[in-house]
Each structure stands twice: as C-alpha cells, then as structure tokens.
C-alpha cells in the first residue's frame, strides 16, 4: 500500500504538512499517534485533581485548590494540533 503524503519532509528530519505544522510524523490520509506510545488521559470527569500551581493570565501564580476556595472549577487540557 503507498502511503499518500501531504507535506514535504524538512532539513532536519521532520515533516511539514500543508497547513504547515511540524512534527516527527510523516503526514497522511490517516489517524496521528503519539510517538512516544499511549497518552494517559487524565483524571475522570468528578475526581479530585492533584495539587495545580500554575502562573495565570497575567503571571499571577495561582494555586487552583487553595484560590478557588469551594466554588467548582472547570479545567481543560489540550493537546497541539501535531499530536
């Protein structure tokens, strides 16, 4: 089966797609996988997350269980559009 490719391979090794996004993964018709095998996918939906210190907007530090005192929080991660 030939693999059809949308993208060109650069210098260094890794492949440019049309949109040009770069990534170690030559472009194709089908799915990307994560190179580096399984991706957790984090806690379930209801679970306590694990203490999360982070820097908000504004460089603020922000530690989401003690800043958000009882009020629930929505958190959301994303992968790049390479993954």
Known sequence: MEIQT???QTENGWW???DGFVGPIQPGLGPRTDPMGEFPTGPDIGSRLPDVRAMDVDGNPFDLHRDRGAAPAIVVFFRSAVW
């Open 6 to 8: 949308h993208g060109e």
């Open 16 to 18: 440019r797609d049309v």
